[in-house]
């Protein structure tokens, strides 16, 4: 399995661009990555996923660099309801086979 | 759609009591999964299934059993329930896709959760 790692935690100020970093140096070369978001209390959501370069959708980008040992999830301009817990998952599952870990994510804690 | 649903929401139970936690998905998704979340923790999987019928066992298998019965249920056991399992339960569904030649990370939908105490 693909070990990750990211920040705890992390504050920004309502109407910032937020960006958390993953690092990933062992990733597989059918390794996707996928980014979920969890407020309190809640299940975690599906936010973005990519395999290379850029992608984006409506509520986030996510950057991956050539060498993919690393991915930044981007937030364009957070607000008060974006304060939330967001895990970075590398990995694939499919065809029967299931190999992705949730770490314990980073806080985003968006100040007034 | 309901999506995924779990039933019950809140549960405490005494060491040793048994009891049964059942996940419900209405979008026909394949695989289906258990994960316990801890206090300032992440999720760790307990046990999944890619099919009905199938079953395997994720990270913390130890201590419960399941059953895929049905495509849409996804049954999680507790035989002999233990303060250890005090948590909150999520149950999790999705389809399997295939993008460019690679299997893709399914994207996983989530229940609202169970919170279990064991006292």
């Known amino acids: 399995l693909a070990k990750t790692t990211q920040p705890i935690s992390m504050d920004s100020y309502e109407g910032q661009e937020v960006n958390i970093t993953c690092s990933h140096n062992?990733?597989?070369?059918?390794?996707?990555i996928t980014w979920y978001q969890q407020f309190p209390s809640q299940g975690p959501r599906f936010i973005i996923q990519?395999?290379?370069t850029k992608v984006t959708n409506e509520v986030a980008s996510l950057f991956i660099p050539a060498d993919r040992k690393s991915s930044t999830l981007s937030l364009p301009r957070v607000s008060l309801s974006d304060t939330a817990v967001y895990y970075c998952?590398?990995?694939?599952?499919?065809?029967?086979?299931?190999?992705?870990?949730f770490g314990k994510g980073t806080k985003l804690s968006v100040i007034p | 759609n309901a999506g995924v649903t779990q039933t019950p929401k809140f549960r405490v139970l005494k060491t040793g009591q048994s009891m049964t936690l059942l996940c419900a998905q209405d979008?026909?998704?394949?695989?289906m999964y258990w994960y316990r979340q801890d206090p300032g923790m992440g999720l760790r999987l307990i046990h999944y299934?890619?099919?009905?019928?199938?079953?395997a066992k994720g990270e913390v298998p130890d201590g419960y059993n399941v059953s895929r019965l049905k495509k849409q249920n996804f049954l999680l056991g507790l035989e002999s329930a233990a303060p250890s399992q005090t948590s909150v339960y999520f149950c999790?569904?999705?389809?399997?896709?295939?993008?460019?030649?690679?299997?893709?990370?399914?994207?996983?939908?989530f229940g609202p959760g169970t919170r279990l105490t064991v006292l």
């Open positions: 999790a569904s999705s389809y399997s896709a295939e993008r460019s030649g690679r299997l893709s990370t399914d994207t996983q939908y």
């Open positions: 062992n990733i597989a070369t059918n390794d996707y």
């Open positions: 990519g395999y290379k």
């Open positions: 998952l590398v990995g694939r599952s499919g065809a029967g086979s299931y190999q992705l870990t």
């Open positions: 979008m026909n998704h394949e695989y």
């Open positions: 299934s890619v099919g009905e019928g199938t079953t």
